[in-house]
Every structure is written in structure tokens, then in C-alpha cells.
């Protein structure tokens, strides 16, 4: 933006901002339209990057003089994986359910225990525990209802896609304000 003016940088900012606002709606309204699509898109996405992680560890590994055979064999673990995320993408999609509603339900519980033994009284640590027991809950939720967990984690990565554009937009559109002083007294 070399030899841009100030008129020329705000317009040239608003409309990046408008152009990520609508990319992110757009994707937002896939996500929650084409669920399954979705799904199945983020599993694949996933595969592919474990695969080019893989490749990239192997290559790496025989350029390096020491300590190359770690790298070789992760590079071909995470090239494995990725094959098997590929060949069966419904199950890796189970299994990072599971993997989700596993952490939150071990955050859960070691937020809810850490909150009862920080001391003699509760103070503000009852907040700890009450988001330790959402954790928890969710983690239950995801565990005993894995197909509604899928969707409900597609739901809410689409609505929260759409706030963030909507929001980048309206940002798009409020003025720039000149600070003359970044000490607002």
C-alpha cells in the first residue's frame, strides 16, 4: 500500500473487510444448509493436511544429518492416518467427535474439581465450576448422542460464521475515527 493515501487505505481496508464478511456468511450459510457436506469437506481437509504434514516430515527427515529417523517414521505414521482418513472418512468423523467430547468431559471434571479445592470458601470460583459442569455436559452430550453432537457442532460453526461476517460488515461501515492521542481520559 506504498503511495496510497488515507482515502485510498480506508477504501482499500473496506473492502477487504467486506470481502471476508461475505466469504464468511457465504461459508456460514453452506455450513448450516449442506451439513453433511460439510462433514465430510472439514474431514477431507483434515486428511489432506495430515498427509502433506507427513510428506513434508519424511522429505525433512532424510535432509537432516541427525535425528532423522523420528521424523521419517512420524512423516510415515501421519501419511498412514491420512490413507486411512481418506479410505474412511465417516469413522474418523465419529472418532473426532469422540476425541472432542473426550477433552471436554476430562476439562470438565478437573475445572469442576479444581474449583472445590482452591480453598475454604468459593468466592469466584463457583463460576469455574459452573463452566466445568457446561464441559462436562457437553462432553455427555457428544458421547451419548454423537449424530446430534455432528450437527449441533455444524450448526454452531455456521451461526458463528455468519455473526462474524455480519459483524465484519457493519464494521466495513462505521467511519474511521483520527486519534490525535491514544490517552482517552
Avoid: C
Amino acid at each position: 500500500m506504498d503511495g496510497m493515501t488515507g482515502t485510498q487505505t480506508s477504501s482499500y481496508n473496506r473492502w477487504m473487510l467486506i470481502l471476508r464478511a461475505a466469504i464468511s456468511v457465504i461459508i456460514g450459510i453452506l455450513v448450516l444448509a449442506l451439513p453433511g457436506l460439510t462433514l465430510i469437506t472439514l474431514v477431507y481437509l483434515l486428511g489432506a493436511f495430515i498427509l502433506v504434514d507427513g510428506i513434508i516430515a519424511v522429505v525433512a527427515g532424510f535432509l537432516r544429518p541427525y535425528g532423522k529417523w523420528s521424523l521419517i517414521l512420524g512423516g510415515i505414521l501421519a501419511i498412514v492416518i491420512a490413507l486411512l482418513v481418506f479410505f474412511w472418512p465417516h469413522i474418523t468423523a465419529i472418532i473426532l467427535l469422540y476425541l472432542i467430547a473426550a477433552w471436554a468431559i476430562v476439562s470438565g471434571i478437573a475445572a469442576i474439581v479444581t474449583a472445590f479445592s482452591l480453598g475454604v470458601g468459593m468466592g469466584q470460583e463457583w463460576l469455574l465450576a459452573i463452566a466445568g459442569a457446561i464441559l462436562l455436559l457437553f462432553g455427555l452430550f457428544l458421547l451419548f448422542r454423537p449424530g446430534a453432537g455432528i450437527l449441533s457442532l455444524l450448526w454452531l460453526l455456521g451461526a458463528a460464521l455468519i455473526a462474524y461476517g455480519v459483524l465484519l460488515f457493519i464494521r466495513a461501515f462505521i467511519p474511521a475515527q483520527t486519534r490525535t492521542s491514544t490517552t482517552h481520559w
